[in-house]
């Protein structure tokens, strides 16, 4: 499941957008996966076993140990309620595939390798599409994240390498007719319904576009090869960049937007960082505040990436003068395991009530409760006690409010909606409305 391709799709919305990236990032090596990524490869191979396994349900796989080349694992409820949102719309679509189609040629492709070689004249662009979906003149990419960074499947270009794979793998010229008519490119994304957002979205490409439009990969592949690749910062292509703790390029860039945003104050016998510190946020003007708005991800960042080099160097026994490791303020915990521990507070005359918390389970945990029953069989809510709790006792409330760029795809929040009505006369009295309104 892992992408190894120098070019992987997966990387491609770095390498296309900086292509010095890939030389940078050589000179880092991969130091194994983090948590997240761990996470991810896990919640993929569930999703693997149960599209093999004949649409298994994922539910019925709680409690399970699977392993994988990250290691062995025990299937949760919560990654068995996320990979169920996949399954159920992978099954959805191919089931009506098959029923437009019944004479046959509708198949699905799990963790399929594919290779765009043959199309775009170089070896190093392949990658692992996670579902494919085989229609009559149409073929369906799925793609499942497990992360809650928002991934849209609209002009996402590792959707696009694939596509250029899956069409490589007709071994067809160019100038022939392909049986395949058309593309369709869709995320899965099961946490972003966690932030009221669309958990599936979906691409489509007529195979006659993707064709007459291979130049841009071929050219953005091709810069990439340059020993002088350019490095050109941004906040997509550096989020999960190995190289950028230690990349002048983003470190330029973001000292010019601080520079850009205080200019008004900037004294340039004052250290820059003081004068941003000095600055109230309640004295600048909108500019100011959009400004370091939109440059503050690509900040954060740098200077994650620069502590996370720092702390590495220091481990390693490096000296960086003016800087040290200290430990950080740590938290108090029972020196005796939980069982011996509570017979102690017992005896201290604790009452054994008042030593436990509870408390009731959120809407989330509940609808992904299982427990035994005396016979020692695994229950859960059915369909109907689902829905029914859905619709009587859960309330939708709303998120905290936050600041986004305005391409943002969440609606806006209007908290002030009395210059909306500025130029509305006043409202009749109520005895003068139609006894109808009433």
């Excluded at 699977?66 to 949760?76: I, S």
């Excluded at 191919?94 to 290779?115: D, F, M, Q, T």
């Excluded at 695994?378 to 998120?399: I, P, T």
């Excluded at 806006?412 to 006043?426: C, G, H, K, M, Y």
Aim: hydrophobic share 40%; charged share 25%; proline share 6%.
């Amino acid at each position: 499941m892992s992408d190894h391709a120098k070019l992987s799709p997966s990387k491609r919305s770095r390498w296309a957008l900086c292509p010095g990236s890939i030389r940078e990032e050589a000179k880092h090596p991969d130091t194994g996966s983090g948590p997240a990524a761990i996470d991810g490869t896990h919640s993929h191979t569930l999703l693997e076993h149960c599209i093999n396994d004949e649409w298994l349900c994922p539910t019925r796989m709680v409690g399970a140990k699977l392993k994988d080349h990250e290691g062995e694992f025990v299937v949760d409820a919560d990654r068995a309620a996320r990979v169920k949102v996949a399954v159920d719309y992978i099954r959805e679509r191919y089931n009506k595939a098959w029923s437009s189609h019944p004479a046959g040629g509708c198949y699905i492709l799990s963790e399929k390798r594919v290779n765009p070689a043959h199309l775009l004249g170089r070896d190093d662009l392949s990658g692992t599409v996670d579902c494919q979906i085989v229609g009559e003149d149409w073929i369906e990419l799925i793609d499942y994240k497990d992360g809650m960074g928002v991934v849209s499947a609209e002009g996402n270009l590792q959707l696009e390498q694939y596509a250029y794979g899956v069409l490589a793998g007709c071994r067809l010229p160019v100038n022939v007719q392909y049986p395949i008519k058309r593309i369709i490119m869709t995320i899965i994304q099961p946490k972003l319904a966690l932030k009221g957002m669309k958990a599936i979205t979906s691409w489509e490409r007529d195979v006659s576009d993707l064709l007459s439009n291979m130049g841009t990969i071929i050219a953005q592949a091709a810069a990439t090869d340059d020993p002088n690749a350019p490095l050109v910062p941004g906040e997509v292509q550096c989020k999960f960049c190995r190289a950028k703790g230690s990349c002048s390029a983003l470190a330029g860039n973001v000292m010019k937007e601080v520079g850009v945003m205080f200019q008004p104050v900037v004294n340039q016998t004052l250290d820059v960082a003081q004068q941003s510190a000095d600055k109230d946020p309640a004295t600048m003007d909108d500019q100011q505040i959009r400004q370091i708005m939109e440059a503050a991800p690509l900040m954060r960042q740098l200077l994650e990436a620069v502590e996370k080099e720092a702390l590495r160097r220091l481990e390693a026994g490096q000296a960086i003068p003016g800087l040290k490791l200290v430990h950080g303020r740590g938290s108090r915990a029972w020196a005796l395991p939980e069982d011996e521990m509570a017979e102690k507070l017992v005896k201290m005359g604790i009452p054994k009530t008042a030593i436990y918390e509870t408390k009731l389970v959120s809407p989330a945990k509940a609808e992904k409760l299982t427990w035994e029953k005396r016979d020692g069989a695994k229950v859960s809510l059915s369909e109907r006690q689902l829905k029914r709790m859905e619709q009587e006792y859960v309330v939708k409330l709303a998120g905290k409010l936050t600041v986004v760029p305005e391409s943002d795809s969440r609606p806006a929040v209007i908290t002030n909606a009395a210059p909306l009505f500025s130029a509305v006369e006043a409202a009749p009295a109520a005895e003068s409305l139609p006894s109808w309104l009433l």
